[in-house]
Nanobody, 114 residues
Framework: QVQLVESGGGLVQPGGSLRLSCTASGTVFGITSMGWYRQAPGKQRELVARIYSSGNTNYADPVKGRFTISRDNAKNTVYLQMNSLKPEDTADYYC????????WGRGTQVTVSS
C-alpha cells in the first residue's frame, strides 16, 4: 500500500517562501512521475507542478517562475520550493502522481497572509 506524507506547510507573509516535502513509501519511487496539487477552500484540487522520472518539470501558469519542484529518489521524497508567495497560494497542498494514482495523503496547509 502506497503512503504519501506531506509536510512543511505553515503561515507565511506575502512575498515569503516555504519548502514542502512529500515522502512516499510502498512504491518504486524513482520511476514514477510525481506532482504537487493544491486545493483552496471551495475550489477543486488542481495540479500545480509535476516532475517526470527524467527530471523534466512543468508548472501551471499561476505558479510558473515562483515554484520549483524537485525530487530525491534516494529519499523517496519530492519537494516544492515556493517563493514570492501570494495570498491566492493559500490552500492545502498534496502530492501524488499526475494521474492521482495513489491514495491521497492528509496534505499540508499553506496560509499566505499578513
Amino acid at each position: 500500500q502506497v503512503q504519501l506524507v506531506e509536510s512543511g506547510g505553515g503561515l507565511v507573509q506575502p512575498g515569503g517562501s516555504l519548502r514542502l516535502s512529500c515522502t512516499a513509501s510502498g512504491t518504486v519511487f524513482g520511476i514514477t512521475s510525481m506532482g504537487w496539487y493544491r486545493q483552496a477552500p471551495g475550489k477543486q484540487r488542481e495540479l500545480v507542478a509535476r516532475i517526470y522520472s527524467s527530471g523534466n518539470t512543468n508548472y501551471a501558469d499561476p505558479v510558473k517562475g515562483r515554484f520549483t519542484i524537485s525530487r530525491d529518489n534516494a529519499k523517496n521524497t519530492v519537494y516544492l520550493q515556493m517563493n514570492s508567495l501570494k495570498p491566492e497560494d493559500t490552500a492545502d497542498y498534496y502530492c501524488n502522481t499526475p494521474w492521482g494514482s495513489y491514495p491521497w495523503g492528509r496534505g499540508t496547509q499553506v496560509t499566505v497572509s499578513s
